[in-house]
């Protein structure tokens, strides 16, 4: 079984809204990360959350107050709500996990990688 599995992308409007979701199989790892890659363009950091009492979130700042990351630990899952959303959201999104603490925009810490979900934002 894949140790991350994403759901919810698809095709919205400018403006629009998207929930992303991604179910763990193993736990806990110490904390998960979402990036995105679009077309031509490297992967990057678009935010993180560890699995501490407190849940310290991290965030990009081009989705700063538009993208929120939470997750439920009795599901085991991590979500990401996407609000306000532009086309140059537009990308491949990518949960990540890892079983190190540190710095939540560090994609080398990230060891467990799902298989990416396309978000499609259209003008």
């Known amino acids: 079984q894949a140790p991350l599995v994403e759901s919810g992308g698809g095709l919205v409007q400018t403006g629009g809204s998207l929930r992303l979701s991604c179910a763990a199989s193993r736990r806990p790892f110490s904390a998960y990360g979402w990036f995105r890659q679009a077309p031509g363009k490297g992967r990057e950091f678009v935010a993180g959350?560890?699995?501490?009492?407190?849940?310290?979130?991290a965030y990009a700042d081009f989705v700063k107050g538009r993208f929120t990351i939470s997750r439920n630990n009795a599901k085991n899952t991590v979500s990401l709500q996407m609000e306000s959303l532009k086309p140059e959201d537009t990308a491949v999104y990518y949960c990540a996990a890892r079983t190190t603490n540190g710095v939540l925009d560090t994609e080398s810490a990230y060891v467990y990688w799902g298989q990416g979900i396309q978000v499609t934002v259209s003008a």
């Open positions: 959350m560890d699995n501490g009492t407190y849940g310290t979130t």
